[in-house]
Structure formats: C-alpha cells, structure tokens
C-alpha cells in the first residue's frame, strides 16, 4: 500500500469515527431536550422555584476573645491562598474637633501613607508591593478600619508591617504637605458639581453646620492639621481597647489566634472612644433655594426620621421600598419616570442611624421648567400613602424584595464577620438576623399606613433645589405647578459658598 492509500485510509477512518461520535452527542443531546423541552412551563410566570432555604449563621460560633481581652472574629477559607484582615475601630469624624473638620480622615489617610516606625513612605510602599498585600485605612463617620489583604504565606510579614503601621505611623512631614495640598486642590472644586452642593446644603439643614454630620473642612482648617493634632486622634482611636478584629481566609483557626496575641502583646489598651453626639439643630420645613447656572434643577426634600433599631424600622423600609426605594416597582419611579418623563431617576432613601434619628429624603433631577411638577408628584405621592393603604400586591413585592436579597449581607467571609462587627459595636440584638424575615413578614398594611401618617408629614419636611430660580420658580408650560404651590411661595435663597471658606459668596 502506497503512502498515498494509508493517509487516505486513515483520514477517512478518522471521519467515520467523528461521524459517529457527532451522531452519538446529538441523539444524546436531542434526549436531553426532549426531556427538558417537556419541563419547560409554556410561560416565565409559571415557572417554579424552590423557596428559599437560607440560615444566618451565629456570630458566637465565630467570636473568639484574646488573652488581652481583643474581641476577634474568625473564619476559615481555604478556596484562595489569602488572608484578610480588617480591623474596626470606634470613632471615625464624630470625633473631629470643632475647629479641624476632616482631621479624622486625614489622619487615617496618613497612617497608610505617611510611613511606618522608622520607615518612609516609599520604603513602606515598596515592601507591600513586593509582599503582594494591599493595606487600607478608612475613617467614615463613626468608625475607622484597617484593613489589610494578603497571600497566606506573607502573612507573617504583612501582618507585622501593618500593626507597625497602626502603632507608630511615622506622619512623615514631606508626605503631610503632599496630601494637604491635594486635599485644598480637591475643595477648590466643590461647586463644580450640583449634587456635591445640594449634599452639603441639605446635610446643614438636617444636622446643623456644627454637627459632625455636615462639618467640611476648608483651606484654614486643612492648614491647622499638624503631626502634633494626627497623634493625639490617632491616639484616641487607634488601640486595642477601641477595636474588633475580623480576619478570614487559609489559616488554621488555633493558629492564627495564636499569632494575633502575639502580635497584639505589649500594645497599650486605652478607653473607649465616646459615642456620637446628637445633634441639636432642628430642621425647619420650608422651601430653600441654592443657586447655580445648570439646565436641570437639583432636588432633595424630607425630614428627619428614625433610628435604627426602633420597633417601627422595618416597617418603614417596606413603606419606604414601595414609595421609591424599590427602582422600577416604586411608585414614584412609576410616576415620575414611566408615567410623565420628568425625571431619569427618582428614588427615596431611608437613612438610619443608630444613636439618633437619621433622615428619610426623596431627591430627583430635572428639568428647569418641570422641577415644580415633579416636585408636586413626589409630595403628592407622599401624602397618598399617607392617606390610603398599600395594595396587597405592592405590600407582598416590597417584603419578598428584602426576604429574597436577605442572603446577600453574607455573600462571603469577609462580609459576613464585619456584620458580625457591626452588630457588636453597635450592640444590636444577638438574635436580630435570625428574626429578621419573620419580622419583616409580620408586617401589615395597617402598621405601613400607620407609619406613614407617624413619618411622613409633608408639613413637616424642608425641600432644597439646587438651580436657576427664576427658570424654576415658573413652572411648567402646561401650568400644572409653579414653586409658589409649596410654602404659600416663600422661598429662602441660600447663598453659594466659596469652596475654600465656605463662607457665602457675593
């Protein structure tokens, strides 16, 4: 047999032998659908699904204590080879003094920047780089984390770099010039955006200028912070008696507590920090007005609402799911978007707090001439659910839309343990996540309708517009609205403020 014949005879043996292994796979597959075909509900809504079988696991299987008394919580991962870390720390800007507004985030911000121990900031950079670990430290309003990412075999290193970071930050002084520069550079755009002022104006309105909720800082008061000011927040924060610790990842749980006691050993305990104070400005309802040369106005209105763990919370978040928090199912999305086209996006938000009554707002952008009539539908809508219950199938969406996503506050390890830290800090209920569903499926249309009258008098709330007033105040061509419908008319004008001083503009 010649050369030519074998490769002949061989290629078409190979083409019997997919031909054959293609027929197998498509009696195999046309099986398949056939079986699934018969599956398939003629209609999406008539599919079925399983309920939902989802338990919050217990914190106290994770929470494990320190000789030293440091709070830790610990879960094993072992699909990566890595290692998280965060610790929490209470205090955050509710401890800035009164006269260096934003001292708190410039001094986390320079404990991860501003060099460790003896050494500079470059070198500490450089080390974590080659290391492979990412290390982050974040003041937010009442408490500030220190997190850090590493590979498990790093870890020994990364962790000791870190808690040098956390115990001896260098505020390197070259280092404190740079980031107060980029910082005043960054205020000098604070008017740049309509929404970053409607924020700043609607905060002082709420909480008052002197309350840590709507303190900013300005070019003066960046100027003030010095090492001498870093060390002593840094001091009243940062220690083992202020902090919880969560770390997860490719550890064994008895080793790795090993390693952080001795890691902590010898890092003095001081008190702990205070807790925010409440703020003493009451919102007074009326109409305001900051002006700015834009084409849509800006909008927020509300009032002051709740705390946290008031018995009337839940039922507020599915009152406030249906009104507008809920997208595209939310009556004020419905109304305001779908049905008129006055706004892209309109939404309410529902922001608790836990030492004192957050604040419940509704906030829209559009255009010049039909601010007035969105503003109208919005209120409107406010006070129709105030006035009659929600239907049966708005009530039923609402609660199957917090039930649902419930499982996602515990997505992963991580995330998992820093509720866990959460809810210590903040001392919620031990067996709060695991009633929470019950809780939420307890409640009624009366309860909605009897919140709603409690919360939600538009009387009592204050509307804010960012905008061109006299393209605003008119109203729309149709003669549906005009700003003078809210308030009999009276408007108070607030004026614009210089970026860096905030003091008001000419």
Excluded: C
């Excluded at 965060?86 to 260096?100: E, M, N, R």
């Excluded at 500030?144 to 390197?172: C, G, I, R, V, Y």
């Amino acid at each position: 047999m010649s050369v030519l014949s074998s490769t002949w005879s061989l290629t078409r043996h190979r083409e019997r032998t997919t031909g054959l292994l293609v027929a197998f796979a498509l009696v195999v597959l046309g099986g398949v659908m056939a079986s699934t075909a018969v599956a398939i509900p003629p209609r999406p809504e008539a599919i079925e699904f399983q309920p939902l079988a989802f338990q919050p696991p217990p914190a106290g299987e994770f929470r494990k204590v320190l000789a030293d008394g440091t709070v830790v919580y610990v879960a094993e991962s072992h699909e990566f080879p890595l290692i998280n870390l965060a610790i929490t720390f209470k205090g955050g800007s509710s401890l800035d003094p009164a006269s260096t507004p934003g001292l708190a985030s410039m001094m986390a911000r320079m404990v991860r920047e501003g060099g460790a121990g003896d050494m500079t900031p470059a070198l500490v950079d450089e080390t974590l780089d080659f290391l492979a670990t990412e290390v982050s430290v974040v003041a937010g309003a009442t408490f500030t984390t220190a997190s850090m990412n590493a590979l498990a075999k790093n870890f020994d290193e990364s962790l000791q770099l870190f808690l040098t970071m956390l115990k001896a930050p260098a505020f390197n002084q070259q280092r404190l010039q740079v980031v107060k520069a980029r910082l005043v550079e960054s205020l000098k755009q604070r008017n740049d955006n309509a929404s970053s002022i409607l924020a700043r104006e609607w905060k002082a309105l709420l909480y008052g200028w002197d309350h840590f909720e709507a303190s900013q800082p300005t070019a003066a008061s960046v100027e003030g912070i010095d090492q001498a000011a870093l060390k002593a927040l840094h001091d009243q924060i940062i220690h083992p008696g202020n902090m919880i610790v969560a770390v997860s990842g490719d550890f064994a749980t008895e080793a790795m507590l090993e390693k952080l006691s001795k890691a902590l050993a010898g890092w003095e305990r001081g008190p702990e920090a205070a807790a925010p104070a409440p703020p003493t400005e009451v919102l007074a309802a009326g109409l305001y007005h900051v002006p700015k040369d834009i084409p849509q106005g800006k909008v927020v209105l509300g009032k002051r609402a709740i705390q946290r763990d008031d018995p009337d919370a839940i039922p507020f978040e599915l009152l406030n799911e249906i009104l507008g928090a809920g997208g595209f199912t939310s009556r004020l999305m419905q109304k305001v978007r779908s049905n008129e086209g006055l706004a892209y996006s309109v939404r309410s938000i529902l922001a608790e707090r836990t030492d004192y009554p957050g604040a419940f707002q509704a906030t829209f952008e559009s255009k010049n001439a039909t601010v007035a009539l969105a503003t109208k539908i919005v209120l409107d809508e406010i006070r129709a659910i105030r006035e009659q219950p929600v239907t049966d199938e708005e009530l039923e969406v609402a609660k199957q839309g917090l039930i649902e996503t419930f499982p996602r506050q515990f997505e992963s390890k991580p995330q998992t343990l820093q509720v866990f830290v959460n809810d210590e800090w903040t001392k919620r209920p031990a067996d709060y996540w695991q009633t929470y569903r019950e809780k939420v499926r307890a409640v009624t249309k009366d309860d909605l309708l009897r919140v709603a009258k409690k919360y939600l008098d538009p009387d009592q709330m204050a509307i804010l517009v960012v905008g061109n007033w006299e393209a605003i105040a008119a109203g729309d061509l149709e003669k549906r609205a005009s700003m003078e419908q809210f308030f009999g008319g009276k408007v108070e004008h607030l004026p614009l403020r210089d970026p860096l001083t905030l003091q008001p503009l000419p």
